[in-house]
Structures are given as C-alpha cells and as structure tokens.
C-alpha cells in the first residue's frame, strides 16, 4: 500500500528553506528550466509564416507545430507525474530537458512540413517530464510561506524564455534562417540541461510511490470532486489556451500591409515577454500577502482589458494591449498553479499534471480553433471568441473568492 504524499517538512532532516544557499540554487535551476522549457516550445510562433511561405502551408496548418506540441506535452503530463513518483523528480527533470535540447536541434534538420510536425510532437513528449515535476518539486520542498515567490520565479523564467526564444527565433531567421535559429536555440538549451543537472538541490521530501493505476484513477477522481481544483483547472485551460492564440495569429496581422513589419519588429512585440517575469513575481508577494482569492479575478480582468485594445488599428495601442494581456496572462498562471499546490491535500504531484493537462491541452484546443477563426473573421472573430473565454475566466476567478485554500 503506498503511503500519503505530503509536503511536510517533519520527516526532512534539513528543509531547503533552513539553507538559502541552497535554496537559492533552487531557484536559480528552476528559473533557468522554465527558460529553456518555454524557449524551445514556443520559439516557432514568430516562424509561423515562414513555414506557410516555405512548406506551402496555411496559417491554421502552420500552427500545427506549435499545437502538437502543446498536446503531446499535456497528453503525457499525467505519464511524467506517475514516473516521477516512482524514479524521482531531478532525474526525471534532467532527462526531459538533455531529450528535449536534442528535439529541437534536429527540428533544423527536417526535410518538410509533416517531419517538422513529427519532431515537434516528439519535442512536447520528452518535455513534459519538466513542467509535470516543478511545481510539485517547489511545492514539495520550499516552505509554504515562500512559495508564492519561488512559484513566481519559476514562471518568469518561463516568461523569459519565451520571449528570448521568439525574438532570437525572429532575428536568426531574418538574418539567416529559421534552421539556424531552431539549431541555436536547442544548442543553449543543451548547455543549460547541464547547468540544470549540476545546481539543483536533490530532493529531501520526495517519498518514493509505486502507485498502481487504480490508485492514479481513484486520485485523480478525488481531485475532480473537488470543485474549487475543477475550476482552477478551467482557469488554466482558458489562460494559456487565449494567450498561445494572440501569439500564434498576431504575427500573420503584424505582417499586413497597413502595419508591414518585419519579422525582425514583429519579433520584438514578443520582448513584452519581460513583463510576465514580473508579473509572476510581483502577483506571487502579493498573493502571499492579500491571499489568492483577492488577486486572480484581477490579473483575469486586466488580461481581458489587453485583448481589447488590440482591436485598434493604431500600433501602439496594440503594443499597449498586448502588454497589459502578457501582464494579466503570467499573473494569472502563477496565482493559479500555486493555489492547486496548496488546495490538493494528497496527491499534490497529481493535481499539478492534471492543472498542466488542462493548461496545455487549452493551448492546442484554442490554439488550432483561433486559426481557423482567423481565416474566416479576421483578428475581430479571433478577439471575440478569446475574450468570451476570457469572460468565463473571470466568472470562474470570482467564484473562488469564498472557498478556503485549502480543502
């Protein structure tokens, strides 16, 4: 029979949080895998028209390669939760990201448009074991009080990462070609795998689990009773499912001829990716300090009032609404996936791969639908149908301002 996971510190002999230097390397490891993880995930966006230029493709085709991704990765989430109770979490975490380094180089080698969707997918599987394992490892071994901020800082890296991945996916590719950029960016993640491998703290929570499938169903039941985890896994859904949208498709508007800009330019809109780094941080403090339920529906409603204003045809309004969306989108992820940490009792690494499922499988769903909206409405089709989902976001975030926490 295996026992309960939990999160407490009695049965460590020293807790991270008793020893900043090594909780500082924590994060350090931590914030550098979230860039690499979203560096080589969502590097392709900005190259979106590139591959419908090149390989004969159209916008919604085209973004395939980032939706089989996605999908694949939130598919096997669940997988990399149940090994990483078995063999552990920074083996699992440092496989994923050496398999996923490898992944994106030989995405510069592909020969045509189905081999590129192929290797993308293989990408999304083998990097699943590291956003599946991070946040229950930080859950697992950061104190309570600070995990709001160590949450956040996670995220930024993954804010960080992919806007560094976008904007040197843009100019590599104006400049050379989109194969050298995907070759780049998968050679720095391999040197930040290593990196990864040698900083990061073993864990001293971690309880190994052999649990047989019927537990994982059981488990995962338990969690989708609990009606405050169902809707934050909505949330999740929603969140990334709007935000991959904007990005996949603004590129495509950025490149009309009213606005004509360059790959390059268009590359830079994707540097507002700084303000998710802090973002994450600063909504991490202050759900820490004011509670969760105070500050979700905020970072929600900001992140609607974004996707608003880039209905204008003035540039820098768009830039402006972009902004605000980036700002609301990172806020919003951080305050909800902490709050899935801190609500599921047991099975916490569980309830973590079925909020990334959600959130992940969002991406590919709203994702694909947005291009086909794209093609038929124009960008006014796509912001109705994201803000409507965004809408029900907001609704689901102030339901939640009277549930406790904690279950």
Known sequence: MSQPHTSAFADAAVPLAADRRQTGNANRALFLGGFATFAMLHCVQPLLPLFSKEFGVSPMQSSWVVSIATGALSICLLLASILSDRRGRKIMMCVSLFASALSTIGCALVGGFAELVVLRGVLGIVLAGLPAVAMTYLSEEIDPKSLGYSMGLYIAGTALGGMVGRIAAGILSDMFSWRLAMAVIGAVALLIAAEFTRSLPASKNFRRREQPLAEVVAGAAQHFRDGALLRLFAIGFILLGTFVSVYNYLGYRLLMPKFGLSHTAISLVFSLYVIGMFS???????????????????VVLVMLAGLLLTLTDVLALIVLGIALFTFGFFGGHSVASSWVGRRAKE?????????????????????????????????????????????????????????????
Request: some cysteine; glycine content about 12%.
């Open 347 to 407: 099975n916490r690494a569980l309830a973590s791969a079925l909020y990334l499922f959600s959130y992940y499988i969002g991406a590919s769903v709203i994702g694909s639908l947005s291009g086909g909206l794209w093609e038929r409405a124009g960008w006014t089709g796509v912001v109705a149908a994201l803000g409507a989902c965004l809408l029900a976001a907001l609704l689901l975030s102030i339901s939640l301002r009277k549930v406790p926490l904690v279950a």
């Open 280 to 298: 994450s941080v600063l909504t991490g403090r202050l759900s820490d300090r004011l509670g969760r339920r105070r500050v979700l529906w905020i």
